[in-house]
């Protein structure tokens, strides 16, 4: 299950050189990625209309992408616009192009109707060189649906199990207490006070922690992690903290559905500048990516377990509030791109 | 095709230890396996209710099996005793077991009608540390569906040429001659003479040897062979001895489908202990193990041959009266499990 | 689409020793080859007709090939002639023969009506030993359709593209010019002038070179490209030429299709022997194996674009004259295998 009107995440802005071809996948779809002289990014479908060759075997050639199969060259607006040996360009010959921009560090491809393409619904997310972060930024390939990576990231209590060694290290609490479930228009907010936690790595001392993260259309995850003097949460009664943090942890992530059993997973790990050295991201990060090798492990595992029988009905918990909600929200969106467009309503005679 | 109402070989016993869970698959069917705290096995579905995480991930808590995704625990007859951080648990959470024990040197899980699972239809076999033998033990892995392996083994015809340099050795009575074939209630017997035989790694000189073994449902290979002085076939009139063999040689073999097109193979070789030294069960063990790779590589071969075209008819020969018998068995068996079950009858007025 | 009523190159002779099976695929058939004592090929299906082992698994045995699971024994003609322990050997007890021969240095095997496999079929090539040339022989397998390889060998417009580096260096004519198409009984003939060529790996100078192939059923391309004088094309007003050339290069190649989407490629390069050193053949053959990994390359991942939507039509160029031109004589001579057999004329009374 696809949302075709949504920006999808295909590649951090640096994995795209000037005059390089890249091929990504997107919900299924095979894209080549180029960037134009003056650095705009063009994504094509990967397939020349001539004969199927893929254009990321092609080459840039100024503001254009030529197959390398038999020459055919194409504008960053999908036209063609040389056949070798041949004058007569017909007009069938070109290639689908999707919207593309940057933003934060994120090369952002629109997947539907290009008219309906609008910059407004990309999600905000921190630019890995904004100085006011300090950021390290990886990713994964998943053997997975990208909707099990989705529910992993709106369900945290997996941390008190999956990762009891890793991101839950000692706070049962991830599984014990449900947390609080906002509604948003592309998503949901996810929100909770953890009390009491020890994070030696990062500061000695006991901390309340504040937890929010924002989930959105298609898979994009923005975490945040205050920390405050132990007794806070109490203080506001649990909820949401006003004042600024002792401490606050950024985490960015991306899912990318590739194919419908493969995905793409986008991560970026960190604090604000002045509470961070860089040897403590990368000791953050560390911890990030195997938690995120446990994930992987058991997701994969998840994946093919349910593939042998895919009728079969999963047990409902008290765990499942935010993957239901947020399935909710993308199936009314699917559900919307499939209907039949309203009929035109007929003149007044 | 598959008897659902079988004991099958999951493992030999020392493959479980304690405090460890094992994933096996028996006629394609995931299976989770460990130990309580007195040593009895439990066999679950590999696929926790909840999320379908495999529960062969999981971790062991005294006598349950935690799931280490969001951490359901499952009591050994399956039922849910543990939801985090929920109170109810509901009448449906709950995970399959499959009736198990242990017996000779092997864990068997019973694969049908739990009601069914009498232990008295565990076919007879050696322990491993039966001190009245010496004996060693091993296992393999086919790409084959189990019929192909219960066909080589019901037709030893084939060590003329599938083993002419290793078990055939100088044998082509195998090839040559038919043997006895006696029905049993869930198998075959299949027996012979071979007169005048030099098995010199063994024992210097020439031998009758007769050669007995029982095929049982779903795929157990018991072979006895008994070593007498040439001449002892011809005096009994090819008819079965009664005498104390000077040689008595024991393979005990299981095959277990683990799903339609892969199957593992167990296997011990060996003899009574007086009759052997531990190098020449070494010896010995070394020779099946080449036979079995031949033997691997030519039905690995024959089902891909079979998979190109199912329905192409096979040539009956006289070598497959074992396979044929052997298979309506199965089939018999399968037949029943299908037939829907009887009405209940009238009671009189 | 295969044309069963073909001559196809199943492999080199020297690849087929005495006494030696080999395995090979056309059009997805299977085949056991072996020679009889006299060194004449012989190809059967590669599936014993008891239990369906695969003969190529099988031993050579004077003019015969027996069986290696239970014995069975084939004469060259597909016939059983020996069932181990059974006396009486039915009559549907063989195995399918295809008709075989040797010309050139190719093992070629007609796959269809064997009543229709005329010798005169077999397409022309030069043997490796034949003294009047030098040419040095290789092979390559494809993960694509046999057509595409055929369609890159009908439109040889992408040396300019797909292999600017290596054959089509500084010849951008290939895609800028169209050359001559003529129709044959089985395939097509394509011929151009390509004028003021330098090739200085071969020849200091530049040449007028003349490029003329015929391309059989089922995918046999017989290239000569002839060397002149500059000037000879412009006087000849790019007829074909009568006199001898100053170079004769010479371009054997065969494209088997082994299963839907997998092929052989078999290749000889070189020239006349008073041309050429074998140094000089050795450095043309790399130059050709390196433009065939570039083909491989674009044509396998042609094939899966292709195969992700098999509906998605081409667009049509002036490139595809001679792909479409041969697709077409193998499409009229599939319907004619397909058609049914013409009713016997009634006779006259």
Same mark, same amino acid.
């Given at each position: 299950?696809?949302?075709?009107?949504?920006?999808?995440?295909?590649?951090?802005?640096?994995?795209?050189? #000037?005059?390089?071809?890249?091929?990504?996948?997107?919900?299924?779809?095979?894209?080549?990625?180029?960037?134009?002289?003056?650095?705009?990014?063009?994504?094509?479908?990967?397939?020349?209309?001539?004969?199927?060759?893929?254009?990321?075997?092609?080459?840039?050639?100024?503001?254009?992408?030529?197959? +390398?199969?038999?020459?055919?060259?194409?504008?960053?607006?999908?036209?063609?616009?040389?056949?070798?040996?041949?004058?007569?360009?017909?007009?069938?010959?070109?290639?689908?192009?999707?919207?593309?921009?940057?933003?934060?560090?994120?090369?952002?491809?629109?997947?539907?109707?290009?008219? =309906?393409?609008?910059? #407004?619904?990309?999600?905000?997310?921190?630019?890995?060189?904004?100085?006011?972060?300090?950021?390290?930024?990886?990713?994964?390939?998943?053997?997975?649906?990208?909707?099990?990576?989705?529910?992993?990231?709106?369900?945290?209590?997996?941390?008190?199990?999956?990762?009891?060694?890793?991101?839950?290290?000692?706070?049962?609490?991830?599984?014990?207490?449900?947390?609080?479930?906002?509604?948003?228009?592309?998503?949901?907010?996810?929100?909770?006070?953890?009390?009491? =936690?020890?994070?030696?790595?990062?500061?000695?001392?006991?901390?309340? +922690?504040?937890?929010?993260?924002?989930?959105?259309?298609?898979?994009?995850?923005?975490?945040?992690?205050?920390?405050?003097?132990?007794?806070?949460?109490?203080?506001? =009664?649990?909820?949401?903290?006003?004042?600024?943090?002792?401490?606050?942890?950024?985490?960015?992530?991306?899912?990318?559905?590739?194919? #419908?059993?493969?995905?793409?997973?986008?991560?970026?790990?960190?604090?604000?500048?002045?509470?961070?050295?860089?040897?403590?991201?990368?000791?953050?990060?560390?911890?990030?990516?195997? #938690?995120?090798?446990?994930?992987?492990?058991?997701?994969?595992?998840?994946?093919?377990?349910?593939?042998?029988?895919?009728?079969?009905?999963?047990?409902?918990?008290?765990?499942?509030?935010?993957?239901?909600?947020?399935?909710?929200?993308?199936?009314?969106?699917?559900?919307?791109?499939?209907?039949?467009?309203?009929?035109?309503?007929?003149?007044?005679?």
């Amino acid at each position: 299950m696809w949302v075709r009107n949504a920006w999808y995440v295909a590649a951090w802005t640096h994995e795209l050189g #000037a005059g390089q071809v890249v091929a990504r996948s997107i919900i299924n779809e095979p894209l080549a990625l180029y960037r134009t002289q003056d650095g705009t990014p063009v994504v094509f479908e990967d397939r020349c209309c001539h004969r199927f060759a893929p254009l990321s075997m092609g080459r840039v050639e100024q503001d254009d992408l030529r197959c +390398m199969y038999h020459g055919l060259k194409f504008a960053p607006d999908g036209r063609c616009v040389e056949i070798p040996g041949q004058k007569l360009i017909p007009h069938s010959a070109c290639v689908r192009r999707f919207p593309a921009l940057e933003r934060g560090s994120w090369l952002w491809v629109w997947m539907g109707e290009p008219a =309906q393409a609008d910059p #407004a619904l990309v999600p905000p997310s921190i630019a890995l060189d904004d100085p006011g972060y300090c950021l390290k930024a990886g990713q994964l390939d998943y053997a997975a649906d990208y909707q099990l990576i989705d529910d992993n990231l709106l369900d945290l209590s997996h941390l008190s199990y999956a990762h009891e060694k890793t991101l839950g290290l000692g706070a049962p609490q991830w599984a014990d207490e449900r947390p609080r479930i906002i509604g948003l228009e592309r998503g949901v907010r996810v929100q909770r006070w953890l009390q009491n =936690q020890v994070r030696g790595y990062l500061r000695n001392g006991t901390f309340d +922690m504040w937890s929010t993260y924002d989930f959105l259309v298609p898979g994009i995850f923005l975490l945040r992690t205050a920390w405050y003097p132990v007794g806070t949460a109490e203080r506001l =009664q649990l909820k949401p903290p006003a004042d600024p943090p002792l401490f606050l942890r950024c985490d960015e992530q991306a899912v990318t559905p590739t194919t #419908a059993r493969t995905s793409r997973y986008f991560y970026a790990t960190g604090a604000r500048s002045n509470d961070i050295t860089p040897p403590q991201v990368d000791k953050m990060f560390a911890v990030v990516e195997a #938690a995120f090798r446990e994930d992987k492990a058991i997701i994969e595992a998840q994946q093919l377990v349910l593939d042998r029988d895919p009728q079969r009905r999963m047990l409902p918990t008290s765990f499942d509030a935010g993957p239901t909600q947020f399935r909710r929200i993308l199936e009314g969106l699917v559900a919307r791109e499939m209907a039949p467009a309203p009929p035109v309503a007929a003149q007044a005679e």
